[in-house]
């Protein structure tokens, strides 16, 4: 099978949930991960229990399964749903979380996130705005121009800078650096 070929097969496998049929998967973190070029336009993965590796640079990504971990390097729009999904990028635009226990870590970058999950972590070296909506989240970040927690439970850091915070939930823990 052709290279092409064999990346146009897995990424009908992963967008109409036959990858499990296609995949060799194991359990837990063993099984090896699915390449595919997302440099030509949106994907969306289905696929539970894989691991997906993604090239080059994303427009839109949707990860709408469980247990599914998403490893990429920039995405201008990331989408998790259905739980328990991990997506590791270095860059992205703008996050939306739904549903619950997904974790979402970039290394360098992070321009907007909503959050309307639950049990939920974010971890960001830099962001410029935070909506949580949902409740018992964790969202750790070196540096967060503004945070607004509408839900209950939940916790914020927030290492360096000055951070904008809005506060109409319950019980959330929010620890930022004081203004000078």
Known sequence: ???????????????????????????????AATAIDCSTGPVSITTSNT???????????????????????????VTIKGGNNTVIARKVGSATMAGGNHALRVSARLSTATVKAANSTIRTASASRITIKGSNNDVRSTRLTKVVVKGANNTVKVKKGSTKVSNRGANNSIKVKKRR
């Open 1 to 31: 099978m052709t290279k092409s070929r064999t990346r146009a097969v897995s990424r009908l496998a992963l967008t109409t949930g036959l990858a499990t049929a296609l995949l060799a998967t194991g359990t837990g973190a063993s099984h």
């Open 51 to 77: 691991t997906v590796q993604l090239t080059g640079a994303c427009s839109t990504v949707v990860v709408d399964a469980g247990n599914t971990t998403v490893r990429l390097d920039s995405a201008s729009r």
